[in-house]
T-cell receptor, first 115, second 111 residues
Framework: SAVISQKPSRDICQRGTSLTIQCQVD?????MFWYRQQPGQSLTLIAT?????????ESGFVIDKFPISRPNLTFSTLTVSNMSPEDSSIYLC????????????FGEGSRLTVL | GDSVTQMEGPVTLSEEAFLTINCTYT??????LFWYVQYPGEGLQLLLK?????DKGSNKGFEATYRKETTSFHLEKGSVQVSDSAVYFC??????????FGTGTRLQVFP
């Protein structure tokens, strides 16, 4: 298993500002995943972050809006840039338990409210 | 594209009642299927999975059977407890290895 810590756990932000979410894993992992869970909706994959390369973004998500860093095998950050109220969501970091297993470990999430 | 549809909640039950949470899927190939659970104040965690047709996943008294003919993976438990109160997510792993989640179903169990 993996223990994932996310910071902040929640924040209230002003429109037009940016916020960086940190994700720390207690073991080295190849891929880290960032999801978004909007109110009343399912989890949506934003991007996959590999150490040493650029993140791979899903359709509808772009690097300018959601820049991701992956400086080492245990840490990643997701920035939500130029926020608007539509960005109010829970953002989740996750890692896979085994390559291509589909079994994910999740952090507790970061709940962002944009006013 | 591939998708997962879950019954809407909340599902409200008394302790020891029988639970069914419906999940159906649409997929072009033969996906693996999962149920994840999110207890209050905690992150999502894997509850059970099934990787091929007719497989039954089970854990903590919960079961789900991969039904290819009805494209379903319904979650069941014979006798729920207050501690089962949580949000349950059905998910599939598509042929690109991505997980696609349903919208989640909140279960509330009262003593």
């Amino acid at each position: 298993s993996a223990v994932i810590s996310q910071k902040p756990s929640r924040d209230i932000c002003q429109r037009g500002t940016s916020l960086t979410i940190q994700c720390q894993v207690d073991s080295q992992v190849t891929m880290m995943f960032w999801y978004r869970q909007q109110p009343g909706q399912s989890l949506t994959l934003i991007a996959t972050a590999n150490q040493g390369s650029e993140a791979t973004y899903e359709s509808g998500f772009v690097i300018d809006k959601f820049p991701i860093s992956r400086p080492n095998l245990t840490f990643s950050t997701l920035t939500v840039s130029n926020m608007s109220p539509e960005d109010s969501s829970i953002y989740l970091c996750s890692v896979e338990s085994g390559a291509r297993s589909g079994e994910l470990f999740f952090g507790e999430g970061s709940r962002l409210t944009v006013l | 594209g591939d998708s997962v549809t879950q019954m809407e909640g909340p599902v409200t039950l008394s302790e020891e009642a029988f639970l069914t949470i419906n999940c159906t899927y649409t997929a072009t190939g033969y996906p693996s299927l999962f149920w994840y659970v999110q207890y209050p104040g905690e992150g999502l965690q894997l509850l059970l999975k099934a990787t091929k047709a007719d497989d039954k996943g089970s854990n903590k008294g919960f079961e789900a059977t991969y039904r290819k003919e009805t494209t379903s993976f319904h979650l069941e438990k014979g006798s729920v407890q207050v501690s089962d109160s949580a949000v349950y997510f059905c998910a599939l792993k598509d042929n690109t290895d991505k997980l696609i989640f349903g919208t989640g179903t909140r279960l509330q169990v009262f003593p």
